[in-house]
């Protein structure tokens, strides 16, 4: 059974910085590209920043340059720094991990729990 644990959420006020972090466990042999996206209230979710095992990384443009992804391959685990935040980016932020290789040799997409971000003065 694989898990995506993610943690680091909370309330912080405009121009504050937190860090998320997502820890997957279980059965896994590799994880191809692990990733955040967000949902705010009413909206659809979107990327928020992805980071391939190779190193290649994705940022939405509302994030590039105050955001910051980054991961720990032998730990599973993936960070997102965010810095200079803007009430904007009030959501739940969801932790992705694609094409995730299991010991059954079975290549999945799994998502984590949600962690609430909210930036309010």
């Known amino acids: 059974q694989v898990r995506l644990v993610e943690s680091g959420g909370g309330l912080v006020q405009p121009g504050g910085s937190l860090r998320l972090s997502c820890a997957a466990s279980?059965?896994?042999?590799?994880?191809?590209?692990m990733g955040w996206y967000r949902q705010a209230p009413g909206k659809q979710r979107e990327l928020v920043a992805a980071l391939t095992i190779s190193g290649r990384t994705n940022y939405a443009d509302s994030v590039k340059g105050r955001f910051t992804i980054f991961r720990e391959n032998a730990k599973n685990t993936v960070y997102l720094q965010m810095n200079n935040l803007k009430p904007e980016d009030t959501a739940v932020y969801y932790c992705?991990?694609?094409?995730?290789?299991?010991?059954?040799?079975?290549?999945?997409?799994?998502w984590g729990q949600g962690t609430q971000v909210t930036v309010s003065a």
């Open positions: 279980g059965s896994i042999v590799s994880i191809d590209a």
């Open positions: 992705n991990a694609d094409n995730l290789r299991t010991a059954s040799n079975l290549f999945l997409n799994y």
